[in-house]
């Protein structure tokens, strides 16, 4: 059988890693490596990890001298993957059995679809929040025909370019690929400590690779704190994210991304007012990004943009 790559890139995760790692363990896929890489962790991480390891050889740990950050950590797996596909898994999270399975199932039926390889897939998650309650983050991609060009591109910036049916999280701990498609790509910018996924997938949209999702849930995300989720972070890296492709947008479309993203920011810290005059200011920018909200009725117009603009935000 096909060897697989299974990646986990751990910081602080002691009381997360050992759920995680025996999820990976527990994958059907029978042919499997897990390559883990640990962040600098100043927990017993890197204890526990090794204690798992002794007696299990399929288990390789890569310990950093200095914390490189998620994207770097990333990279280091795809260089040392020795299998055909890697399938990257969160510290902190669970995928169920038959994950991989069913990724690389629905990874080949996309390469018959479109006659190239030059593809990755994205599961649905359940996600579990931090009082136990489980809410839903639906794949990108999971229509008839995976996405791909300008459209796919676009949709990292505005979230509102696909329709229902594909639009949906790039979240990277739901990503399965081959090991050479993500070294074709030149694997995640390091200088991205949030955005690395979306990053990833503008670069593959503007060099003829698509994207395919599977809309069942197949694996569980536990919603924790992290500092890479702290403050201006994320408003940071999108704003990164913006400049990176800045040659790509038109001049409107830069400055309309720079304004979602500033009102993103500030609707999630709850700062309504400064979120309402960007978000102004975008619909001034590119009015076809609320021309759907208008179609539906008053009552269900703040709803609707809500969740169009400020959807999964991990």
């Avoid at 009082?131 to 839903?136: R, S």
């Avoid at 972070?233 to 993203?261: D, E, F, G, W």
Wanted: contains cysteine.
């Amino acid at each position: 059988m096909t060897l697989l790559t299974i990646g986990i890139a751990c910081f602080n995760a002691e009381d997360t890693i050992e759920r995680s790692i025996t999820a990976a363990l527990n994958q059907t896929w029978e042919d499997k490596e897990i390559i883990i890489v640990d962040d600098r962790s100043q927990d017993n991480s890197v204890n526990i990890i090794k204690e798992i390891a002794k007696n299990d050889p399929r288990i390789r740990l890569f310990q950093r001298e200095i914390n490189s950050g998620f994207a770097s950590n990333l990279n280091l797996m795809i260089k040392e993957a020795a299998g055909k596909y890697i399938l990257i898994q969160d510290d902190d999270d669970e995928s169920l059995p038959d994950r991989a399975k069913k990724q690389v199932e629905a990874l080949k039926n996309a390469e018959n679809m479109l006659g190239h390889d030059y593809i990755i897939c994205n599961a649905s998650r359940n996600v579990i929040g931090k009082n136990g309650e489980i809410g839903f983050s639906k794949a990108i991609g999971t229509g008839h025909i995976p996405v791909s060009g300008e459209s796919l591109a676009l949709h990292m910036f505005f979230r509102d370019i696909l329709d229902a049916e594909n639009d949906g999280a790039v979240a990277t701990g739901s990503l399965l690929a081959k090991v050479e498609t993500l070294k074709r790509l030149g694997g995640y910018d390091p200088q991205f400590r949030r955005e690395e996924d979306s990053d990833l997938v503008v670069r593959l949209a503007l060099s003829g690779g698509a994207c395919i999702g599977i809309a069942e849930p197949l694996l569980r995300q536990h919603r924790t704190v992290s500092p890479d989720k702290a403050g201006k972070i994320p408003l940071n890296n999108m704003l990164l994210l913006v400049k990176k492709h800045k040659s790509y947008l038109s001049r409107r479309l830069y400055y309309a991304a720079t304004m979602k993203a500033y009102s993103r920011h500030y609707y999630t810290i709850r700062d309504k007012l400064r979120a309402r005059i960007y978000l102004f200011a975008l619909i001034l920018l590119r009015p076809s990004s609320v021309n759907k909200a208008f179609r539906s009725t008053v009552r269900r117009r703040a709803r609707y943009i809500s969740n169009l603009f400020y959807g999964d935000t991990k």
